[in-house]
């Protein structure tokens, strides 16, 4: 159900003249996200509300600590905790409140227990928490027997202001517990729940940063920092060997790797330290994949072969040279991957980098993404990259609340002619968007070349199969914005709900002062497919389509359609920024890409 909270914040989009985007937090509306059943009781509120859920207990009897995290969009004190008693959960329970690096906040015996339901205690004192920061909720069951539910964190569950992103747990007993549950298994919800008192007056927290000012964010005057150029910090520690990035990082130091370490796992549940830290790679220095599991703070500046951000928050990877080294150097599997959890990296911002050379190396066609983000990754932003030599994506999912994709060059991709797969080798999108789950911004990107293959000469060459540049599949209903791109030279078409999952249904999709040009080289026809036969709130204006084919073939349902233009490959004028220059872009309401400030290409 829906429900209506005091006050939310929403995202102002401006024009791309002036493109920027600010939080602001303004009066009572409708929340759109789907909410749970949480309760307000008095002023406190709950994520589950009173209602017994449908949960059975886990078989095991072994000890463990069962947990939940959560964030608020509101400032306020944790009152105390719940949990949902299976029967034959056994036992003496104490339920603990930590912060997001595991310092124990609070900890409290439950007293008075039911044999079965919802338990409750209070904090001897409530426990101040900030908004838009995430902390874990746990209870200890000594004998296990707990409630689980396998997927019961398929969507986050939203109360309010409260939102739960995840369960975490651990396993064991004795004097080291109750301690900080930092494993994850899939999208299980064990039921543990906190008691809420947002502050008077309190206000919704913006995205990090208050979004995206003009030039990309970058400071007025300033220049653009190098693009894929890894470095260290003055002071940081030289290390050799991979045990050693991860404890001087846990322990609060900066790290500087001068050698290949090969693999790196930071695990978050370990590190002691408070401040944010950063791990660079100089010379020869390099990492051939970088897992980053439960971390909160971290500055990353790396050559690295791979990067993994699972359950992360507040990561920043910058001018980082990600995946192979050339058109004879590949790395398989996905070079950046955000997609294994529930949450992939909030708050994480992804810039000036340059992620590429990815081989499609397995059967499945689950290999050569250069960025694939299936896990929920809120206020991610992906800002000023290159993005090239994929065999599959450019970039795919785009999954999240708040996530902007912005001043990116995204191509060539494409699969290998020789690609021995079948079927399998015919999926490269320079983008696809699938399954949305908040506000999508891609604003003032470059895509182009996507059905193109540099093959070992370095020749660009045609990839034998042609997929989309970009494909934005059906079945959403939460807001994206398509505006201001330049998408051209490529074999394949934009798709609006034209293929994959979702079906034919979107709502709230806006397609606004895009160049489309030259696109469909394989098919000959339109390279711009508006294929959805229902929803609502849906806007196609002020694009340029220029191709072999006209340009445009709409299904005619479900959309405003206003002051496009389309036309053949030489109907139109552009200059060589590829602003388009002719007497039908320009005027009063001009149409089409127009070149952003702050980019790289």
Request: with cysteine; aromatic share 8%.
């Given at each position: ?108 015996r439950f007293k008075k227990e039911t044999a079965s339901g919802w338990q409750r205690v209070k904090f001897a004192r409530p426990v101040a928490i900030k908004a838009g920061k995430t902390y874990v909720a746990s209870y200890h069951a000594p004998r296990g027997r707990y409630a689980r539910k396998a997927k019961g964190f398929r969507k986050r569950k939203v109360s309010g202001p409260l939102t739960a992103v995840g369960s975490r747990y651990a396993y064991g007993s004795g004097v080291r517990f109750p301690r900080f549950p930092t494993r994850a298994r899939g999208r299980a919800n064990y039921y543990v729940d906190v008691m809420f008192a947002p502050s008077r007056g309190a206000t919704p927290s913006p995205p990090p940063g208050g979004g995206l000012p003009p030039g990309g964010g970058l400071p007025p005057g300033g220049d653009l920092p190098p693009l894929g150029q890894p470095s260290c910090v003055a002071g940081a520690v030289s290390v050799i060997t991979a045990s050693a990035v991860a404890s001087n990082l846990a322990s609060g130091n ?348």
């Amino acid at each position: 159900m829906s429900v209506r909270v005091g006050r939310i914040c929403a995202w102002l989009a401006l024009p791309v003249s002036a493109f920027w985007l600010a939080a602001t937090c303004g009066p009572a509306s409708e929340a759109t996200a789907q909410r749970s059943a949480g309760t307000t009781s008095g002023a406190t509120v709950t994520l589950f509300g009173s209602a017994a859920p449908r949960v059975r207990a886990v078989r095991m009897r072994r000890p463990a600590e069962l947990g939940v995290r959560f964030r608020s969009s509101r400032g306020g004190k944790i009152v105390g905790i719940r949990f949902y008693k299976t029967r034959g959960n056994r036992g003496r329970h104490t339920g603990t409140l930590w912060s997001p690096r595991g310092r124990k906040l609070a900890r409290v015996r439950f007293k008075k227990e039911t044999a079965s339901g919802w338990q409750r205690v209070k904090f001897a004192r409530p426990v101040a928490i900030k908004a838009g920061k995430t902390y874990v909720a746990s209870y200890h069951a000594p004998r296990g027997r707990y409630a689980r539910k396998a997927k019961g964190f398929r969507k986050r569950k939203v109360s309010g202001p409260l939102t739960a992103v995840g369960s975490r747990y651990a396993y064991g007993s004795g004097v080291r517990f109750p301690r900080f549950p930092t494993r994850a298994r899939g999208r299980a919800n064990y039921y543990v729940d906190v008691m809420f008192a947002p502050s008077r007056g309190a206000t919704p927290s913006p995205p990090p940063g208050g979004g995206l000012p003009p030039g990309g964010g970058l400071p007025p005057g300033g220049d653009l920092p190098p693009l894929g150029q890894p470095s260290c910090v003055a002071g940081a520690v030289s290390v050799i060997t991979a045990s050693a990035v991860a404890s001087n990082l846990a322990s609060g130091n900066n790290v500087c790797v001068t050698t290949n370490v090969g693999r790196v796992e930071l695990n978050g549940g370990s590190w002691t330290s408070p401040t944010v830290e950063h791990l660079g790679t100089t010379g020869g220095g390099s990492i051939s994949t970088l897992s980053i599991n439960g971390v909160v703070g971290l500055n990353v500046s790396v050559r690295a072969g791979h990067v993994g951000l699972y359950d992360a928050r507040n990561i920043t990877l910058e001018q980082s040279r990600l995946g192979g080294d050339g058109p004879t150097s590949r790395v398989g599997e996905e070079v950046l991957d955000l997609r294994d959890t529930l949450a992939g990296c909030d708050d994480c911002v992804i810039r000036d980098s340059d992620i590429g050379w990815a081989h499609q190396d397995e059967a499945s066609g689950n290999s050569g993404y250069c960025i694939r983000m299936f896990g929920h990754n809120d206020r991610l932003q992906i800002v000023r990259n290159r993005i090239h030599d994929c065999e599959a994506d450019g970039i795919q999912g785009i999954r999240g609340d708040h996530v902007v994709v912005d001043r990116n060059e995204i191509g060539p991709v494409g699969a290998d002619p020789a690609c021995p797969f079948g079927v399998n080798c015919d999926h490269a999108d320079g983008i696809q968007v699938n399954g949305r789950d908040g506000d999508v911004r891609i604003t003032n990107n470059w895509i182009h070349h996507e059905g193109y293959f540099t093959n070992s000469s370095g020749a660009l060459v045609s990839s034998g199969s042609a997929s989309g540049t970009t494909y934005i599949h059906g079945g959403d209903t939460s807001p994206i914005l398509y505006e201001n791109n330049l998408v051209e030279a490529s074999r394949g078409r934009v798709e609006v709900c034209g293929l994959g999952t979702g079906g034919t249904s979107t709502s709230n999709t806006t397609i606004r002062n895009n160049t489309f040009y030259d696109l469909a080289r394989a098919f000959g026809i339109q390279g711009f497919e508006w294929d959805c036969d229902s929803g609502s709130g849906n806007l196609v204006e002020n694009n340029v389509f220029a191709d072999r084919g006209g340009g445009f073939h709409d299904s005619g349902a479900a959309r405003t359609v206003t002051n496009n233009v389309t036309g053949s490959l030489t109907s139109f004028t552009f200059g060589a920024d590829r602003n388009c220059t002719s007497a039908n872009c320009t005027g009063a309401n001009p149409r089409g890409f127009r070149k952003p400030s702050g980019v790289h290409w």
